[in-house]
């Protein structure tokens, strides 16, 4: 059963305009989620965070956009660069928890035209 | 020094070797973790040490035996591994004490193939 859905395996977008990566969960005990970057051959990088107290965090080009009652998170990419092509995985956890699991989502392979 | 370091970057190793995966951290974490990953999968947690204890095991079989010398240092044993068990085995480190807000940092990954 996976708690953390990414459906869209894959996604082409044209420099400058707008990335949306999309998310979706089932575990209503999560209330932390966060964005990871992966290149090949490389450790995912940690990209952006939110809380569940908030429906919006903002980090320069990147924009998370979280609706509770949806159980959905996005993220938004402005103006894409052909550097953000990447594989991006979605994870959710339950902050109150002591094991600071995270359950990740299969990721979205994100490519970026010049 | 904000880097999980892993070593080695590849192993390949067969079915009745022993071996064992690094992992380093010098950022003061006291959470460190194993992810194992398959082609085309999400990373799937094996283990979580915290305060360098042992905190969840996720049902990880025996073959696979994480070790937390100190808090900086984190090793997984393997021994009798089957050709199934290669992937991509990505090491942790998070502050703990729930301060989620820069989330983990991973290491770059051990690329393990078992013949």
């Known amino acids: 059963d996976q708690q953390v859905k990414q459906n869209s395996p894959s996604l082409s977008v044209q420099e400058g305009r707008i990335s949306i990566l999309n998310c979706d969960y089932t575990?209503?005990?999560?209330?932390?989620f966060l964005w990871y970057k992966k290149y090949p051959a490389e450790g995912p990088t940690f990209l952006i965070s939110i809380s569940s107290i908030k429906d919006k965090n903002e980090d320069g080009r990147f924009t998370v956009f979280l609706n509770k009652s949806a159980k959905h998170l996005s993220l938004h990419i402005v103006p894409s660069q052909p550097g953000d092509s990447a594989v991006y995985f979605c994870a959710a956890t339950n902050s109150g928890g002591s094991n600071y699991k995270l359950t990740f989502g299969k990721g979205t392979l994100l490519t970026v035209n010049p | 020094d904000t880097e999980v370091t892993q070593t080695p970057k590849h192993l390949v190793m067969g079915m009745t070797n022993k071996k064992s995966l690094k992992c380093e951290q010098h950022?003061?974490?006291?959470?460190m973790y194993w992810y194992k990953q398959k082609a085309k999968k999400p990373p799937e947690l094996m283990f979580v040490y915290s305060y360098e204890k042992l905190s969840i095991n996720e049902s990880v079989p025996s073959r696979f035996s994480p070790e937390c010398p100190n808090s900086s240092l984190l090793n997984l044993h393997l021994h009798a591994l089957q050709p199934e068990d290669s992937a991509l085995y990505l090491c942790?480190?998070?502050?703990?004490?729930?301060?989620?807000?820069?989330?983990?940092?991973f290491g770059s990954g051990t690329r393990l193939t078992v013949v």
């Open positions: 942790a480190s998070s502050q703990g004490g729930g301060f989620f807000n820069y989330g983990y940092t």
């Open positions: 950022m003061g974490h006291r959470a």
């Open positions: 575990n209503s005990m999560f209330d932390y």
